[in-house]
């Protein structure tokens, strides 16, 4: 091939790219480094590594002919796509989860906006949190505690009791305190109020936790895992206090540690809010002009 012909071949308008081909490209790239990424943080990555090994298998059958393995190959295969599907049904569910927790269509359509509008935690709610469970750890008490944030827990607050009280640091004490009839499970608040308690949570698959963790810590990473919420959790064994969000724990934790993780939730539910109120009145702006 020439020189003349490469340049022709490669000369833009020959290719008649349109601007069309070139979004495509952005949003297929884009998916397909999200699907790596998303393999790369699950145990998806283990699986496709042993599904190489069975293609390089399959090729050396093709190379030497062994008819009689791809026979059984290419019938097994034609099921595939369904058995994939059972397979990876939890991190598939895991990966829609996270890509409605971006908040695409709510940033156009508030959908959520009554709920993300709602109150917030107070000043007076962290210290209370920091105080009951800093007694609980001195203690030794094992305790729970969900902090409902965008994505509803309505699922397990039904696994529970229903409370609906305001957050106090006596309130939180009782409930946890040893033998007593609420201390078994996770409690639930949503703002300033303790919405339910002895709530059952998923537990955390997460291979790379630490054996040392028993079952309130798993329950704490599952729970954060599946949604945006924040759980705090007190050792029963150690006293120690750790938190859980976005799938990731953060051990022995410190007084101040814990007011700096409840004060950012603050600070995410507030600008969340100030986003929707500043929504809505430009909704009403359009809505005055459009009127007259």
Same mark, same amino acid.
């Given at each position: ?45 283990? +699986? #496709?590594?042993? =599904?190489?090994?069975?293609?390089? *298998?399959?090729?050396? &059958?093709? @190379?030497?002919?062994? %008819? ?103 309130? +939180? #004490?009782?409930? =946890?305190?040893?033998?007593?009839? *609420?201390?078994?499970? &996770?409690? @639930?608040?949503?703002? %300033? ?100």
């Amino acid at each position: 091939m020439s020189l003349d012909q490469i340049k022709q071949y490669m000369d833009w308008n020959t290719l008649n790219v349109t601007w069309t081909d070139v979004a495509e490209i952005i949003i297929l790239s884009f998916i397909i480094y999200q699907i790596m990424i998303w393999i790369k943080s699950t145990r998806a990555w283990t +699986l #496709l590594k042993g =599904f190489a090994v069975v293609l390089a *298998l399959l090729a050396v &059958a093709a @190379i030497f002919h062994m %008819n009689t393995i791809l026979w059984i190959a290419k019938n097994f295969f034609s099921l595939g796509i369904t058995a994939l599907i059972i397979v990876f049904q939890p991190e598939l569910r895991r990966a829609l989860e996270q890509l409605g927790e971006k908040n695409i269509l709510t940033t156009i359509v508030p959908f959520d906006s009554s709920k993300t509008a709602g109150e917030g935690m107070t000043d007076r709610t962290v210290s209370e949190l920091v105080k009951a469970c800093f007694e609980m750890g001195k203690a030794r008490t094992g305790a729970l505690i969900v902090i409902e944030q965008s994505v509803s827990l309505q699922e397990y607050d039904r696994t529970g009791i229903a409370l609906d009280s305001l957050v106090s640091s006596q309130l +939180l #004490l009782n409930i =946890f305190e040893k033998n007593t009839p *609420l201390h078994d499970g &996770a409690v @639930i608040l949503a703002g %300033n109020r303790v919405r339910s308690a002895t709530c059952y949570l998923p537990l955390s698959d997460n291979m790379t936790l630490s054996k040392e963790l028993g079952t309130r810590h798993r329950a704490a990473v599952g729970v954060s895992e599946v949604s945006d919420s924040l759980t705090i959790v007190v050792s029963e064994e150690t006293g120690s206090v750790s938190v859980a969000k976005s799938g990731r724990l953060l051990r022995n934790l410190n007084q101040e540690q814990l007011k700096e993780q409840l004060h950012a939730l603050q600070a995410k539910t507030g600008e969340k809010k100030r986003k929707v109120l500043k929504l809505w009145k430009g909704r009403g702006g359009h809505e005055d002009k459009a009127a007259q």
